[in-house]
């Protein structure tokens, strides 16, 4: 049975204490069968057509995100909503942190250190406009492009844990940039939305 196992899939549904059945086309299948049947295909993936498919749909959320930004008036990057939410600008930062610490990850098989919390938000929080903001996070997307361009097809199916305490495959890993930013990307739309913009920006 051939199964091609693109956009955002990935291994949190094969966590052991899952006892759910999964659906593959119109087949149930046990957690364990579509784990082989997954790390088979990708196997047969060439590096090419999966590193242009990780990239393609990297590139397609960032844009995205840079569209979703703009459309903040100005005067709301920077607030913070309801007086608790995190302000866009603060949003979009992370999302290049993310992308930066994944990329080191990806390219260096090393986890990178984490600041402590005080020093990220101080850190975020520097990103008080969209000119500083959106540089830091195209400088990042690039970081990340250029690592997918490292991966290697046979070490894609190797798991760790040392990221987030949860086994993750190195796909898994190199799919969560997008994952990330299309959470965020839904509060960028819902901010500018509530400012009166009910326009999709995703051209």
């Known amino acids: 049975m051939a199964i091609l196992l693109g956009g ?8 052991a204490e899952a006892a759910c059945l999964m659906r593959v086309g119109y087949r149930t299948i046990e ?18 057509d999966l590193k242009a498919h990780l990239e393609a749909t990297t590139r397609n959320i960032c844009r995205r995100i840079v569209n979703d930004l703009k459309a ?10 309801g007086g608790c939410a995190r302000p866009p600008l603060n949003v979009v930062a992370e999302c ?25 938000d101080r850190f975020l929080a520097s990103f008080d406009t969209e000119e500083k903001t959106l540089t830091y996070f195209e400088e990042q ?11 290697e097809t046979e070490t894609l199916g190797e798991t760790t844990d040392a990221l987030f305490g949860r086994p993750m495959t190195r796909l898994a890993v190199a799919e ?3 994952m990330h930013m299309s959470y965020h990307d839904g509060q960028l739309n819902y901010v500018h939305s509530l400012c009166g913009d009910a326009q999709m920006h995703w051209g």
């Open 72 to 81: 903040v008036p100005a005067d709301q990057q920077n607030v913070s909503p």
């Open 8 to 15: 955002l899939a990935s291994d949190y549904p094969l966590r």
């Open 31 to 48: 957690p364990e069968t579509y784990h082989l049947i997954r790390t088979e295909n990708l196997q047969n993936m060439s590096t090419l």
């Open 176 to 178: 969560m940039p997008a």
């Open 96 to 120: 290049a942190m993310v992308n930066g610490f994944i990329a080191d990850f990806l390219t260096t098989n090393e986890v990178p250190a984490r600041p402590d919390a005080e020093t990220r």
């Open 141 to 151: 997307a690039e970081k990340l492009y250029a690592a997918f361009q490292t991966l």
